[in-house]
């Protein structure tokens, strides 16, 4: 089974380790993975600002660069969710929104691939450590990817799962609403990280990179000692 790995703008940027971590996971599942150097920006700030024009030429550029894959692997499903997004930003029937509607209809975040492309829930993970899980808002509301992660995580030998409360909670990133709603975003943050703490969990896991470095910042600056990591690689986690 081939991949197109769909690494996203965080993803490139901020921890490409999580790519390694996805290519080598899904590589030990038995796909074959390549990258399309063309891919770029999913479109999604300026699309979430109103700014559709602008997203729609990205949109473009997106699909021409992985109209060649068998399958797109995202490793967020806030990404994944505005490629499921593009054939709204184009006329009905045309070109362009029957090609945006093939893609949509080949692209996963990561955890909905493993679990319902592949048809495999043990990844043959060890990760020794009590942790939490994050659920994003973009991949569990609008893109319904909900119990692919926790069915991959009850399978992590060694890894004690402790459910987060109020877990269907915002963290208060939501892209450019961070930066225009600074004050209000602090706030949900803040009540994030509070919950995370009553878990007394040492590890936070999640499977949106923007949430994990929202949540992560604000763990560091109120000195917090929760690891952060994405779900990728606890399960690319071999117990060393």
């Known amino acids: 089974m081939k991949v197109s790995l769909f690494i996203t703008c965080l993803g490139d940027v901020f921890n490409a380790d999580t790519g390694v971590h996805t290519v080598e996971l899904l590589e030990r ?19 979430n600002s109103g700014y559709h024009k602008e997203a729609a030429e990205a949109a473009k550029h997106m699909i021409e660069a992985f109209e060649h894959a068998e399958y797109v692997v995202g490793i967020s499903g806030s990404c994944v969710y505005m ?9 009905e029937g045309s070109e362009w929104q029957i090609r945006a509607r093939a893609l949509k209809e080949k692209t996963y975040e990561l955890t909905e691939f493993i679990v319902d492309v592949l048809g495999i829930e043990d990844v043959g993970a060890e990760y ?5 899980y994050h659920t994003s808002c973009h ?37 450019t609403f961070a930066v225009k709603m600074n004050d209000i975003s602090e706030q949900m943050v803040d009540e994030k990280v509070n919950h995370i703490k009553e878990t007394e969990a040492d590890t936070l896991i999640g499977a ?22 994405h779900i990728a690689e606890i399960l690319n986690a071999r117990g060393e």
């Open 83 to 91: 490629v499921h997004e593009y054939e709204g930003l184009f006329e």
């Open 128 to 132: 020794n450590g009590v942790a939490t």
């Open 208 to 229: 949106d990179g923007s949430c994990l470095m929202n949540i992560g910042g604000r763990l560091s600056r109120r000195e917090v000692p929760v690891k952060v990591m």
């Open 139 to 175: 991949m569990t509301r609008l893109l319904g990817v909900k119990e692919a992660p926790f069915k991959l995580l009850r399978n992590v030998k060694g890894l004690q799962l402790i459910d987060l409360p109020n877990r269907s909670d915002c963290c208060g990133f939501g892209g």
């Open 29 to 47: 599942l038995g796909c074959e993975i390549d990258f399309p150097r063309a891919q770029t920006c999913c479109g999604q700030p300026a699309f």
